[in-house]
């Protein structure tokens, strides 16, 4: 048996997803494993079409139901199963325990309210205990954690740059504390400056917090930067696994030489 302590945060076993379309099937993800721990900054890094985002959003339950999709195989969250929970169930973990920040910030604000009324939204499904005063607090709170005014609860998402939106998305995704933080390429649409800057915000969010980050991205570049391991995705399969230097300094897999090599400058 485990001793306490050394269960994985979250840990994944065997997953499959299979599409269905017209009786046709194709499984884009096929008996995936992995494991992520307290604190740590785990990388999926894969082509596009390798399943990260599905394998991500396989966790909570946020894909089609069946027949047009079909989940399997076992995600536990601190021990605990909640692969086939009920949607109902899926609602408390998601944002309270795992939060998803995604790569256009501005599909998923609202344009129509102020961001602290959003972030304000958020407490109130998953810190239903908070007064209004509480909530003014930890809205102030979460914006100035990821460099932002807390004056600027009031501003409109329009109102702020690429930058400054995904850092808004990153402060809803803290709101409610969640232990896991799920980033789907969340600077793909930014500036390589800007990038480095939302990098930084991670770790030092992870130092501050104790979060635990699963970062989804193609750019061994950023993966380099941040992770401490990384899983190497390639046609739905996990073909590589390990500490970010070891699998960056002596790759195992072809496919992983292949994608280190367009960016040369990471080894030495
Ligand atoms: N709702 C869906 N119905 C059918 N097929 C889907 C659906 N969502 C994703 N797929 C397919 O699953 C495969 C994996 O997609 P996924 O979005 O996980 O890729 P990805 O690794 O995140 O790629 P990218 O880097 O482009 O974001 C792709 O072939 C995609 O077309
Ligand atoms: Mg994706």
């Not at 050394?6 to 499959?16: D, F, I, M």
């Not at 408390?92 to 795992?98: F, S």
């Not at 899983?231 to 072809?254: L, M």
């Amino acid at each position: 048996m485990l001793k306490e302590g050394k269960t994985p945060l979250l840990s994944v076993r065997n997953l499959c997803v299979d599409f269905s379309s017209r009786g046709h099937v194709s499984p884009v993800v096929r008996d995936i494993s992995f494991d992520l721990n307290a604190g740590e900054i785990l990388a999926i890094v894969g082509e596009s079409g390798s399943g990260k985002s599905v394998t991500s959003q396989a966790l909570t339950g946020l894909l089609p139901e069946a027949p047009a999709c079909t989940v399997r195989g076992s995600v536990k969250l601190a021990g605990k199963e909640i692969l086939g929970l009920r949607e109902r169930d899926l609602r408390k973990i998601r944002g309270k325990e795992i939060a998803y920040i995604f790569q256009d910030p501005l599909s998923s604000l609202n344009p129509t309210y102020s961001v602290g009324w959003q972030i304000e939204e958020m407490l109130k499904i998953h810190a239903p205990t908070m007064n209004g005063r509480e909530r003014r607090a930890r809205i102030g709170e979460v914006l100035e954690a990821v460099g932002i005014r807390a004056e600027l609860a009031n501003a409109f998402p329009h109102e702020f740059s690429g930058g400054m939106q995904q850092r808004v998305m990153i402060a809803m995704a803290l709101a409610a504390s969640p232990k896991i933080l799920i980033a789907d390429e969340p600077t793909t649409a930014l500036d390589v400056t800007i990038q480095k800057q939302i990098m930084n915000l991670l770790l030092e969010l992870r130092e501050h917090f104790g979060m635990s980050v699963l970062l989804i991205t193609h750019n061994f570049g950023i993966v380099s930067q941040i992770a401490d391991r990384v899983c190497v995705f390639y046609h739905g399969e996990k073909v590589e696994e390990g500490p970010t230097r070891t699998v960056i300094d002596s790759p195992q897999n072809a496919y992983t030489r292949t994608l280190l090599a367009c960016v040369p400058r990471l080894r030495n």
